[in-house]
């Protein structure tokens, strides 16, 4: 049940559940179907994975709760992106697009070390340019603005 089952696909669907709100009322397949662009089968068989990988519950004929396990994650993952991403804009001068692909490629190869030592550096300057998705605990509905989450998913 460790983090290292826990592929770079298995957090996209944990980051599209977070915007449905999965953490407060359980997300059905359909929905999250629609929203990540997968047949319903698939969400339904990534849901259960996830569940077995210990970020929530699945509900029968309700779908899956997220927990705090996964709640946390998302916001790190979230808040990585956003990190790398002005990394690379500001010391290598790349554009926010540029930059986008090279943090999504990268995340995978960070080491803990880098970000704690990148979040030092950045310290307080970390702005997201789409909206406020860098604090945590922001609501959901403020990454629909998010340039990340729109690329990847399709949101209300
Ligand atoms: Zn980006
Ligand atoms: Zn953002």
């Known amino acids: 049940m460790g983090n ?3 592929t770079t696909r298995d957090k996209e669907y944990l980051r ?3 915007v449905l709100k999965a953490h407060e009322e359980p997300v059905g397949p359909t929905e999250l179907a629609r929203c990540i662009d997968v047949s ?4 339904l068989q990534k849901m259960r994975k996830l569940e077995f990988l210990g970020y929530g519950k699945y509900i029968p004929k309700k779908g899956l709760r997220l927990n705090e396990k996964a709640l946390a994650l998302v916001q790190k ?3 990585r992106h956003h990190m790398v991403e002005k990394f690379l804009e500001d ?25 704690k030592q990148l979040d ?6 970390l702005e997201c340019q789409c909206g406020c ?7 959901p509905e ?3 603005n998010c340039h990340w989450y729109r690329k990847k998913f399709t949101l209300p």
């Open 4 to 6: 290292e089952n826990t």
């Open 16 to 18: 599209a559940l977070f």
């Open 40 to 43: 319903r089968v698939g969400a």
């Open 77 to 79: 993952d979230v808040k």
């Open 91 to 115: 010391t290598l001068d790349m554009n926010s697009d540029e930059a986008c692909d090279e943090s999504s490629a990268l995340d995978p190869h960070i080491s803990e070390k880098f970000i």
């Open 120 to 125: 030092k550096k950045l310290g307080d300057d």
């Open 133 to 139: 998705c860098i604090e945590p605990y922001y609501d």
């Open 142 to 144: 403020d990454l629909y």
